[in-house]
């Protein structure tokens, strides 16, 4: 809506942003408001203005936006006070508890949920996670949530604040938690924030999805640079002893866990089915299924496909297929990069094959990931 924004001296905000930054902004302080300045036309005309050319064709609704902006700007709660609800660190404990372990609240407390407005706008499942509930009900802040259901992920919700989006998800598997911190730490997946039990907070990587890149973008230099830098990201998590153990690039149904950031950096999203190399090779259970799971041969006779649940329910057949992939894969793997050829390669391999057909001169990427890892 405007292309400078300017504020008191103790925020700083910068004086450029993208209009999509531009929109989710707007978007936040009309939610904050409850209600919007302009018709939805307009809105996108706005958007396009400079500030000059807004304040001169929309006068009125300037000086509104304007005057909202800053209150939101310093985390002023528009809402009626005497519906913002407080909780008690026991009280937010019990929330935590319940949302983890799925126990039941307290009629007391139910009772006062009833009353949280917050509980109108947002699911009680999200507004409550560390780094969510802080911002909401703390700093006041007003954000925008959305649902993002995947074959493994039907719970997935980000959360869109005017500096930074979350993603809170359901834990896929035990290893997935400390795996995706060390490759948040290494800056290669999505930085990790402070979560609930069985869950994952992590930052929303804010870039173009690999199968979304523009075919004329793709020339044979830019795809053989892109090539080094997926090798050197896959091998550094191969170095500190993180296994992918998924489709980084593309499988025949178009899934795809390579983002190119804002800042033409290759990241990695979705560390689920990822194992700790470091104790190879005595993987748990847990850890031999992630690994038959991304076995075609082995996935193919399991009985429920909804991996997570089969997991979890764990009959007879699938301890069978677990007991079996370790006494004839594993065991035929004499140190951790076999193992690492036998997974991750042999994933990266089929995933060229499937690029080939979604993006050009894919030659020239494998070009660039085999001078750093051998294929």
Known sequence: M???????????FPTKKSQEQLKQQLNAVESA?????????????????????????????????LAALRLWTHHIDMTNESNVVEYSSEEYQQICDAISEWKSLSDTLKKKLSSDQNLKKYPLSVIFFPEIYERIYIKKEVPQLYKLGTETR??????????????????????????????GKLGIGPQQFTSLKDYLTEEFIDGTPLLKLDEATCTPEYMKALGIEFGQALKTLHDNDILCNDQLLTNDFGKS??????????????FGASIDLSHFPDFSDEEVYSLLRTDSNFSFHLLNFNFMAAWQEKDQETQRLIDLYRSTVISQCTSKQELIATKDYQLLAEGIHFLQHRLPNVEAFSEGVSEVIKL
């Open 2 to 12: 405007v292309d400078t924004i300017t504020t008191t001296p103790d925020k700083e």
């Open 33 to 65: 408001l409850g209600k919007n300045f302009l018709s939805k036309e307009k809105s996108e005309e706005a958007l396009r203005l400079s500030l000059d050319e807004l304040k001169a064709n929309h006068p009125e609704a300037y000086k509104e936006y």
């Open 154 to 183: 039907a719970s997935a919700v980000k959360i869109d604040f005017a500096d930074r989006s979350y993603i809170v998800k359901v834990m896929e598997s035990s290893p997935e938690i400390p795996m995706s911190a060390k490759a």
């Open 257 to 270: 866990h390579t983002i190119i950031d804002k800042s033409g950096k290759i990241r990695f999203i979705d």
